[in-house]
């Protein structure tokens, strides 16, 4: 896509409106154009399968509702309503979960600035199927992303990825404004009163898009003592993730790794349970670890606030969480790493 020097205005109407049809048109798609979409997507990365898409679709849908849209921009109109130039912004995206560098997009382009996008390779083809569509529905967009092999002219940088690529990106970026993501992931606190239904919306955020999202729970907290045998029983309804070639392979492996070291851990068939201070756990593992009481707990998540993207419990009844179920389905204004994209956006200068 070219970029032109001075793009077409676009009005803040405009810019919503042809997101709120994106929406539109994904929620109208047919189940054989969602097939064929969602082959050409997995034949490219096996582990977006069309069910995470499927799901990752809905959940942009949720994103791209005009009221959702209207609700979240309000508090940004003072800035949105002023004159300012449209600056290159660029975006490093993730690939690690279907679109998950879209959010990035939406703030970009809402904000009036020009996107220049490096998508990664492990999700590239529904980044572009839905830039394109936004496009067809939005000619005037055209002047506003690219594509670029290279974005080091941007004025301002957006980038996501682990915690050694975002050591490459302080050197190339850090000298412009910028907004610099490493790896995090969710964790989960257990009290003991959690009931079969609680285990099964657990299971949710310890096994959707195989665990591979930075809101996916990679480690539990339990109480001291805590027998795992409902744990267990309440997650079983998940077995069948075993049978994705990808994800046993990963079960295979660290199951291996565990048994030769020897490493003390737990093993129901499709999930590994190794008590561990880290909060980052490989494929197929879930770390946890025990805990005396609330106050103290508390505090030990607080010191690792930089490693943890959102913490969730039991009907989010501890402190500063959110219910079981509810990791991968963010509001807009839920922002990675709780750095508000849009604010920071709105505040460049030329």
């Not at 046993?248 to 737990?266: D, G, I, R, T």
Request: hydrophobic share 40%; with cysteine.
């Amino acid at each position: 896509m070219s970029m032109n020097t001075q793009p077409t205005t676009l009005t803040l109407a405009r810019r919503v409106e042809a997101f709120v049809q994106l929406g539109q048109h994904l929620k109208n798609l047919s189940g054989t154009e969602k097939s064929t979409l969602f082959q050409s997507i997995e034949a490219r990365n096996p582990w977006f399968t069309p069910e995470n898409l499927d799901f990752a679709l809905r959940a942009l849908e949720q994103y791209l509702d005009a009221t959702a849209l209207q609700t979240w921009l309000q508090p940004y109109l003072p800035l949105l309503e002023q004159a300012r130039p449209a600056l290159p912004v660029g975006v490093v995206m993730a690939g690690n979960i279907p679109a998950v560098g879209f959010h990035d997009l939406l703030c970009v382009l809402l904000s009036g600035h020009k996107l220049l996008a490096k998508l990664s390779s492990d999700d590239e083809v529904l980044m572009r199927y839905l830039i394109e569509q936004l496009c067809r529905i939005e000619p005037a967009f055209k002047d506003f992303i690219e594509l670029p092999e290279f974005i080091n002219q941007a004025a301002a940088y957006i980038a996501t990825g682990s915690n050694h690529s975002n050591r490459y990106f302080k050197h190339y970026f850090g000298k412009k404004p910028h907004i610099l993501r490493g790896h995090r992931n969710a964790v989960a606190v257990i009290d003991g009163k959690e009931t079969p239904e609680d285990f099964m919306e657990l299971g949710k955020d310890i096994f959707r898009y195989f665990g591979l999202g930075c809101r996916n729970v990679s480690k539990v907290y339990v109480p001291r003592g805590y027998d795992f045998e409902a744990f267990f029983e309440g997650i079983e309804p998940y077995r069948d993730i075993i049978n994705h070639h990808k994800y046993a392979n990963n079960y295979e492996y660290n199951k291996a790794v565990f048994l030769v070291k020897p490493v003390a851990h737990m093993d129901n068939g499709f999930l590994l349970l190794r008590e561990a201070p880290e909060i980052a756990s490989p494929v197929a593992v879930l770390h946890y670890e025990y805990y005396d009481d609330a106050a103290a707990l508390q505090e030990d998540l607080n010191k690792q606030a930089d490693a943890i993207q959102c913490i969730l419990s039991r009907a989010g009844h501890f402190p500063g969480t959110i219910p079981f179920g509810q990791a991968q389905t963010p509001r807009l204004n839920d922002y990675a790493d709780g750095i508000d994209t849009m604010q920071f956006l709105l505040t460049l200068s030329n």
